[in-house]
Nanobody, 123 residues
Framework: QVRLVESGGGLVQAGGSLRLSCAASGTIFSIDAMGWYRQAPGKQRELVATLIASDNTNYADSVKGRFTISRDNAKNTVYLQMNSLKPEDTAVYYC?????????????????WGQGTQVTVSS
């Protein structure tokens, strides 16, 4: 019922910036938490940044001070502004949404994931 579509990935040189977007579509009244995860080749998926209740942010230590997560609640869209990119940031970035309500007071549904968008940072 809920679909997440990421965009904004691409190839960038070290020190550059990218802005990722993730739009949630479907019958959505509210989303409790949205976040970004990434998975590099040969590595496990890891948390990059998350926004809980649209205001509480959490960042992986490796991206603190460089990445910023934000939401546009009216558009059910979450963004990840990535600055000062490093080659080690190269990964597939996945959008996540948790605690989705289709209408007021409806039960919350579980995790939803996007298909991922590739971010490649060249040295």
């Amino acid at each position: 019922q809920v679909r997440l579509v990421e965009s904004g990935g691409g190839l960038v040189q070290a020190g550059g910036s990218l802005r990722l977007s993730c739009a949630a579509s479907g019958t959505i009244f509210s989303i409790d938490a949205m976040g970004w995860y990434r998975q590099a080749p040969g590595k496990q998926r890891e948390l990059v940044a998350t926004l809980i209740a649209s205001d509480n942010t959490n960042y992986a230590d490796s991206v603190k001070g460089r990445f910023t997560i934000s939401r546009d609640n009216a558009k059910n869209t979450v963004y990840l502004q990535m600055n000062s990119l490093k080659p080690e940031d190269t990964a597939v970035y996945y959008c996540n949404a948790n605690g989705v309500r289709s209408r007021p007071w409806s039960p919350r549904s579980g995790d939803y994931w996007g298909q991922g968008t590739q971010v490649t940072v060249s040295s």
